[in-house]
């Protein structure tokens, strides 16, 4: 009965903590809107957000309005897409490979994508082409990856990740050959901003299809919840409960993969997300990937969020999100580090 009781009361505190940061979530929305170079008061913000929806004389300025909705709307439902995204993955590879220590660029995946990036900028084809580049790179990438584990290694882990930092070496060499041949004056300061990270050319239009990836794969993780989790304690006692590890191991890799193909594809390389919150989201709800994935995804949106408001207002010009979360990541990851090593053994 105790241990029915202490079963409840996790799941009451999970279903708390996720309704805390949804909130959280969306208080973090409203004031992205309202701060900037350009300041719109929060009252402002929801009035001309709810305009498409309720009739009534509008009471704002044409420039308002345009911030509102043409510039930081695209801007802040990217940071939650992409701090989401990057941040449930890391979750779901930290999980099925039992190491505190993988992120999502564990398969080259984002230096393959910064690749593609980097080579459309290069030509100069526009901001369509580039997400369609460096999401196909990314894939290239982990197809490349998981080829080699599976003739060299068999399916082992260590293989895969192995071929993985080999991919990732490679296309960080092509990436080079792409700032060599570019422009010093043009191009090569679009392809730099560009790799360091930023969610500056996000479009409403360029957000539809990762979005709807992102909400695919994170269906895919929904299915497999409880196969994960299994899957952490070890393959004996998954096998002993049924659970098929090679087709659950299999769909989380590629959907994972295609998360983190997706979101770098709109947003460049930013590291440290996927890595630093899901060892907070485990230390809110503990390791359980039902809990992990919604609180994960809400944490990650949140704190890229909060980051990239950082990152436009700081300064005259915009920081890199990639140096930002690298700066606050890096530090408060060395503090996760004793908490991490007593849970994972």
């Given amino acids: 009965m105790t241990y029915i009781a202490s079963l409840q009361r996790a799941a009451w505190k999970s279903r708390a903590i996720v309704a805390t940061l949804a909130v959280l979530l969306v208080a973090v929305c409203i004031m992205s ?22 009739e009534g004389q509008p009471d704002w300025s044409s420039g308002e309005y345009s911030v509102v909705l043409n510039i930081r709307l695209p801007r802040i439902l ?41 080579l459309a900028l290069l030509l100069d084809l ?20 998981m080829g080699i584990g599976r003739l060299i290694g068999s399916g082992s882990s260590v293989v ?9 070496a490679m296309f960080q060499a092509m990436i080079a050959v792409t700032q060599y041949l570019a422009n010093p004056e043009t191009t090569l300061p679009a392809i730099t901003f560009w790799l360091l990270g930023s969610l500056g050319r ?5 957000l539809i299809v990762p979005a ?11 299915r497999y919840r409880w196969q994960v989790t299994v899957l952490s304690v070890g393959d004996d006692e998954a096998a002993t ?11 989380v890799i590629v959907a994972a993969t295609l998360m983190t193909a997706s979101v770098v594809s709109i947003a460049g390389i930013i590291g440290w997300v996927g890595l630093v919150i899901p060892h907070i989201a485990r230390f809110l709800v503990g390791p359980n990937f039902s809990r992990l994935l919604p609180v994960s995804t809400l944490l990650g949106a949140s704190y890229l969020l909060l980051v990239d408001d950082i ?11 990639g140096v930002l979360t690298a700066l606050i990541g890096a530090p408060f990851f060395v503090l996760l580090l004793a908490q991490a090593r007593k849970q994972w053994g």
Wanted: proline share 5%.
């Fill in 160 to 168: 895969l990740v192995l071929g993985g930092l080999v991919v990732a």
């Fill in 126 to 145: 526009g901001s369509i082409p580039l997400q369609g580049l460096a999401f196909g790179f990314g894939l290239l990438a982990a197809i490349l990856s």
């Fill in 78 to 118: 990217a940071a939650v897409l992409v701090g989401g995204a990057l941040a449930v993955s890391g979750a779901a590879y930290q999980t099925v490979f039992r190491n505190p220590l993988v992120s999502p660029d564990i398969l080259g995946v984002s230096a393959a994508a910064g690749f593609g990036g980097s």
């Fill in 212 to 222: 709807l990836i992102v909400a695919g794969c994170l269906g895919v993780f929904y």
């Fill in 202 to 206: 996000a479009t409403l239009h360029g």
């Fill in 33 to 54: 809107f309202a701060v900037g170079r350009f300041s719109v008061s929060p009252v402002q913000v929801v009035r001309i957000l709810l305009s498409p929806f309720v």
């Fill in 241 to 251: 409960m049924g659970v098929d590890r090679r087709k659950v191991w299999i769909g």
């Fill in 311 to 321: 990152a436009r207002t700081l300064s005259v010009m915009e920081i890199p999100l």
